[in-house]
């Protein structure tokens, strides 16, 4: 700090005006000395871009939301549709079963005491 503006003097504001202008022309860009109509319109400007970034990242995150949503939605109604059908299956399954031991239980009895390995299911037992 110089000695005008320790001292309070009322000429410290015009005199460091006088020496801005003179060492640091206005028309530089941006630079400290730039006049102020230029610093707020350029800061303006600055402001605006930053504004439109920002609702384009919202909208993107809008639609990223949106569409995860729907995502959502399908694999619910898929999982609903897989609940029902093993309802329906295991339903059969015990119909079945009711009338496969009521058909033929000594086949019933023998698979419970002599499981099936799946070589055997599958006839590949012996090649």
């Excluded at 005008?4 to 060492?23: E, H, M, P, Q, W």
């Excluded at 919202?58 to 309802?87: F, G, V, W, Y």
């Excluded at 015990?94 to 009895?109: N, Q």
């Amino acid at each position: 700090m110089d000695l005008c503006a320790r001292t309070g003097s009322k000429n410290y504001n015009r005199i460091s005006n006088v020496l801005l202008d003179r060492f640091f022309p206005k028309d530089t860009d941006l630079g400290i000395n730039a006049s102020k109509p230029d610093r707020r319109e350029k800061n303006r400007a600055a402001a605006q871009r930053s504004r439109r970034k920002q609702m384009a990242k919202a909208d993107k995150l809008h639609q990223e939301h949106e569409q995860l949503e729907r995502e959502n939605d399908t694999l619910c109604k898929e999982i609903q549709s897989l609940q029902q059908e093993l309802k329906q299956l295991t339903w059969a399954l015990k119909e079945h079963e009711m009338i496969c031991v009521l058909r033929c239980p000594d086949f019933c009895l023998d698979l419970l005491q002599n499981p099936l390995w799946p070589e055997e299911v599958l006839g590949l037992k012996g090649k």
